[in-house]
């Protein structure tokens, strides 16, 4: 089963940046549309940006502006660049993808990592 690992995770003071990446975890030959979402002590799960396959990205009102989601897939990878940082953006980041598929032709429907703690504290 290939998962997905994000990193870049950590302790940055408000106003700092942050860059998130998540990718497989082994070779893969694909991976389709991907997002980032993050869930705070008490708090709903928020769905923070998504980016499609071909590009085409949305973004929370409560990032926009300040984050920004891209993908490389070449290496099947996104990234999460968060600007502007707020104590409020602190909560555990995860990334997520409708589908992969391996260089043996097998498919999984979706995949999902198992987070990233970001805090935001002066």
């Known amino acids: 089963q290939v998962q997905l690992v994000e990193s870049g995770g950590g302790l940055v003071q408000p106003g700092g940046s942050l860059r998130l990446s998540c990718a497989p975890s082994g070779s893969i030959f694909s991976i389709g549309s991907m997002d980032w979402s993050r869930q705070a002590p008490g708090k709903q799960r928020e769905l923070v940006a998504a980016i499609t396959t071909g590009g085409s990205t949305n973004y929370a009102d409560s990032v926009k502006g300040r984050f920004t989601i891209s993908r490389d897939n070449a290496k099947n990878t996104i990234y999460l660049q968060m600007n502007s940082l707020e104590p409020e953006d602190t909560a555990v980041y995860y990334c997520?993808?409708?589908?992969?598929?391996?260089?043996?032709?097998?498919?999984?429907?979706?995949?999902w990592g198992r987070g990233t703690q970001v805090t935001v504290s002066s």
């Open positions: 997520h993808t409708d589908k992969i598929e391996t260089h043996q032709g097998l498919i999984e429907a979706g995949a």
